[in-house]
């Protein structure tokens, strides 16, 4: 054999080892030949065009023989269609199962567009069988009396699965348990009633539908803890209180500061006036010499104006010395010159 032979020999066996490695990387024999033990008939040429539509074989086989093995009815271009569409293949024939084993309804339609709703439509058919409990915070309300009550209450909940699709979640139970528990206990006059019978909340909130609209059934509604917080009819008179008292301030404050404004404004007129009455002072020599020299006035009542004036001077002079009050009039009294 010639070297020429030999080299032609090496190419075809690379050639043909090549053409299986591609075979077997785009056709899932491997796959093919577990769907076939299990009993699914699958044609090669079909998982073939599952890669050319660019869908993961194993995704949609998988999950079909799981479904073949559990006696639930199934076909590639549904499980296709539902991977093409974005949802997850596995979880809805194991929710499938699931449903079949507990004898719950469910058809591959109505998991199929719970998947897509962003839902886990394996935990929705767990939950059917195994209600779910949902405990709230402490939720407070205020009873008629003043005092604030605090409660926390555990709800059990079972999935509805004809109303997971546009139904709402555990957030609108939980907030329209708390407005009942709210509720209640506001309309109780006194909050020695709830401590007494707190189930009455639970009846009270049970009664009132609050699972409408929502995904979930509503089985029991328990008062798992129930407190007593702060007396908020206390603090609310005592806010009060505070702010009449500083209302009460303000105004008497205002009033001080108008009663001074009237005292400067009468001392404003007292001062007007005593410069008044010293202007009117300075032009009484005025007028005395005016006097005398019309004639209305004679020499002889100059002087006995000048002996009165003197007279006045040496008394208050004597009175001064003395140390007696320079003030003639009484306290009470506008004209006493020490009521300023």
């Known amino acids: ?63 079909l023989i799981k479904a073949v093995k559990a006696g639930i009815d199934l076909d590639t271009s549904r499980l296709e269609g539902h991977y093409l569409a974005g949802g997850n293949v596995d979880r809805v024939v194991n929710a499938l199962i699931a449903a079949q084993r507990a004898n719950i309804e469910l058809t591959f339609e109505r998991a199929a567009a719970i998947d897509l709703a962003g839902r886990d439509v394996l ?20 009873a008629m009396d003043g005092i604030e009550v605090k409660a926390k209450a555990r709800i059990t909940v079972r999935a509805n699965i004809d109303r997971l699709v546009g139904g709402a979640g555990e957030d609108t139970v939980i907030a329209r348990v708390g407005e009942g528990i709210v509720s209640t206990i506001g309309s109780q006059k006194d909050h020695k009633k709830v401590l007494e019978n707190p189930d009455m909340i639970s009846q009270t909130v049970l009664s009132k539908g609050l699972d409408s609209g929502t995904a979930f059934e509503i089985l029991s509604i328990d008062i798992a803890d129930i407190d007593i917080g702060k007396n908020i009819g206390a603090e609310l008179q005592t806010d009060q209180a505070e702010a009449d008292k500083k209302i009460a301030q303000a105004k008497a404050e205002e009033r001080r500061a108008m009663a001074v404004a009237q005292e400067q404004e009468m001392k404003a007129r007292v001062e007007e006036m005593r410069a008044k009455v010293v202007e009117a002072e300075a032009e009484v020599p005025m007028a005395l010499s005016e006097a005398l020299r019309n004639g209305h006035m004679g020499v002889m009542d100059y002087m006995n104006y000048q002996n009165v004036m003197a007279d006045t001077d040496m008394r208050d002079s004597i009175s001064k010395a003395s140390g007696g009050d320079d003030n003639q009039y009484p306290d009470n009294d506008p004209r006493n010159r020490n009521n300023k």
């Open 123 to 142: 935990e929705a058919v767990q939950m059917s069988v195994n209600p779910k409990v949902i405990e709230t915070p402490f939720i407070a309300g205020v």
């Open 1 to 63: 054999m010639d070297d020429n032979t030999v080299i032609f020999t090496l190419i075809i066996i690379a050639a043909v080892i090549i053409l299986l490695a591609i075979l077997f990387t785009f056709v899932p024999v491997a796959l093919w030949i577990s769907a076939i033990a299990a009993g699914v008939k699958i044609g090669i040429f079909e998982l073939v065009g599952m890669r050319l539509r660019r869908v993961v074989p194993a995704r949609v086989v998988n999950p």
